[in-house]
């Protein structure tokens, strides 16, 4: 099997995201697929608020030294950028991603996922793929 993350260079999270996602998960590289898809959560999610929301966002918010991905996956919803289910949807996915990220075991995680997990990896590419065309559009 072909390591995905060999081809990440410094431009992957704006090149093509939903093919390195797709890439991971074809490789079952599920560590990498869950820790790059809350990264583009975060990175496209901030963006389009500071570009397009950031006069409706709290100051609370932009005071934070550390904006985490539940927080801006929540301030994503507090501005109606995504909808209840996809918040929903994007928490599980960050919970997911964090319960592989801080697990103890092996940390390649080359594993067969189960049925929700298959289903957070579809959702999860939606929702990068859509906020990919967010983000290219402004």
């Known amino acids: 099997m072909e390591d995905a ?38 990175f496209y999610g901030y963006q389009i608020l500071r570009r397009c929301y950031w006069d409706k966002v709290p100051d609370k918010f932009k005071k934070r030294k550390i904006l985490g991905a539940h927080a801006i996956i929540r301030e994503m919803k507090n501005q109606k950028m995504i909808s209840e289910t996809a918040y929903k ?9 964090n319960d592989i990220v801080h697990s103890k075991t092996d940390i390649h995680l080359k594993y067969k996922m189960d049925d929700e997990g298959r289903i957070l990896m579809d959702n999860a590419i939606a929702y990068v793929d859509k906020l990919k065309v967010k983000y290219d559009s402004i």
Not at 20 to 42: G, I, M, P, T
């Open 5 to 42: 993350s060999k081809d990440l260079g410094a431009g992957f999270a704006v090149e093509n995201p939903v093919g390195y996602l797709k890439k991971a998960r074809q490789n079952r590289d599920y560590f990498l697929f869950f820790a790059l898809a809350v990264s583009y959560f975060e």
């Open 89 to 97: 949807n994007m928490k599980d996915i960050n919970v997911k991603r």
